[in-house]
């Protein structure tokens, strides 16, 4: 089974995570589809505008635990880092459609989307310290913007998720609708921006995003650097290898 799907119609590529046997969990060759995936569509002029989505139970899972295992290498130079930093960067409208769990990255790669749509069932965690780790995506920088310092420091430091109501009264989303809805409502929206001129969409984002391009990427730099510290330090591994084996992490002594 493809685990990315793409399809392009009426200038709108739609990517869709599709592994939901382990929950639109993201591996390493997902992550490079993705990414490639991207980059054909910011290349190629029919392709206006790009929709991301997930499975109606679950948008994703994060990163696949069993790969942070055993990732080798730096985190910089991995397929992780390309995607966020292809997504950060993304000249052309990016729209997501979420149903269900969005987590970990699952949640980061959104606050890089122009238009979030969200179904009542949706659920952004970012349970990074429980896993030993810290931000990415410059989601450490980002999410106290939007949300203010306490609650972004209860959903980074304690990990509590936030449901769609409150995304959508942070601003994360731009709407939240039945389950059944999300993805028509993501494509219409595509469909409308697909249907103005490029140009001037192209300029627009631009322009929204210029004035923080700059600290986006050495904030997602420096949280790369702690990020890949941390990944190999004995609390991730326990939170990685007790999640593996379904059981709670002993953090003792860490
Ligand atoms: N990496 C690898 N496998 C994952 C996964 C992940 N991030 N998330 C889920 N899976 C796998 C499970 O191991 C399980 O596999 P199995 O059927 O072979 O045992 C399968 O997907 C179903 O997951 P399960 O936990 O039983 O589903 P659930 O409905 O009870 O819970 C979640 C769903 C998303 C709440 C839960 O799976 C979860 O918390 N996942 C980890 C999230 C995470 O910490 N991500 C990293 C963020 S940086």
Do not use: W
Request: charge should be negative; proline fraction near 5%; include cysteine.
């Amino acid at each position: 089974m493809n685990d990315i799907l793409c399809s392009t119609e009426n200038g709108v590529m739609t990517l869709t995570i599709n592994r939901p046997d382990k929950k639109n969990s993201l591996t390493l060759a997902m992550y490079k589809a993705l990414a490639d995936h991207l980059e054909q569509a910011q290349a190629d002029a029919e392709v206006r505008v790009v929709v991301l989505q997930g499975h109606p139970q679950i948008f994703s899972a994060g990163n696949d635990i069993a790969d942070f295992l055993s990732l080798s290498g730096s985190v910089q130079d991995s397929p992780i880092t390309r995607f966020l930093r292809t997504v950060a960067t993304f000249p052309k409208p990016l729209v997501a459609a979420v149903s269900g769990a969005a987590v970990g990255i699952g949640t980061t790669m959104l606050l890089h989307c122009d238009l979030v749509y969200a179904s009542d069932t949706a659920l952004f965690s970012l349970p990074f310290v429980d896993l030993g780790l810290c931000p990415e995506a410059a989601s450490s920088l980002l999410l106290p913007q939007r949300l203010g310092h306490q609650r972004a420091s209860a959903a980074l430091l304690l990990g509590e998720p936030l449901s769609a109501q409150a995304a959508l009264d942070a601003g994360l989303v731009n709407a939240v609708v039945p389950t059944e809805e999300v993805t028509a409502l993501a494509q219409a929206q595509a469909q409308k921006l697909a249907a103005k001129p490029l140009g001037a969409v192209l300029e627009t984002k631009r322009l929204i995003k210029e004035g923080q391009q700059q600290a986006v990427l050495t904030h997602m730099g420096a949280e790369e650097a702690v990020f890949g510290r941390l990944l190999r330090e004995p609390a991730a591994r326990e939170a990685f290898t007790a999640f593996l084996e379904k059981r709670r992490p002993d953090f003792r002594g860490l």
